[in-house]
């Protein structure tokens, strides 16, 4: 049984930094590809960030440049590093993992996280206050 279990989350001021990370388990071979999604007060789930095995990474447009996503493979963990967080980063992230290219192609169905045909994590709190 695949488990992703998220840790970091927490309250920063707008400028300031948090590390998200995300710790996996019982992957089977057709998982190759982690991420981050979030859902804020009032919004539908929106895809972050995504690494993949080969180490390829995408990240949404309103978080290049202040976002980077990490793996490290031999600790099965994937990380968020946000940095210059701003108060709209506020939301609940969420660790998911699927095969290669399927966080991107399902974002443009998903409304509400946590969603289908992904592994997803419990979720975990970012507070960003100005």
């Known amino acids: 049984e695949v488990q992703l279990v998220e840790s970091g989350g927490g309250s920063a001021q707008a400028g300031g930094s948090l590390r998200l990370s995300c710790t996996a388990s019982?992957?089977?071979?057709?998982?190759?590809?982690m991420g981050w999604y979030r859902q804020g007060p009032g919004n539908e789930c929106e895809l972050v960030s995504t690494?993949?095995?080969?180490?390829?990474?995408y990240y949404t447009d309103s978080v290049k440049g202040r976002f980077t996503i990490s793996q490290d493979n031999a600790k099965n963990t994937e990380y968020l590093q946000m940095n210059s967080l701003k108060p709209e980063d506020t939301a609940v992230y969420y660790c998911?993992?699927?095969?290669?290219?399927?966080?991107?192609?399902?974002?443009?169905?998903?409304?509400?996280?946590?969603?289908?045909?992904?592994?997803w994590g419990q979720g975990t709190q970012v507070t960003v206050s100005s």
């Open positions: 998911a993992a699927g095969p290669k290219g399927a966080l991107v192609s399902i974002s443009a169905y998903v409304r509400t996280c946590p969603g289908q045909f992904l592994y």
């Open positions: 019982g992957f089977t071979v057709d998982v190759t590809e």
């Open positions: 690494i993949s095995s080969d180490g390829t990474t």
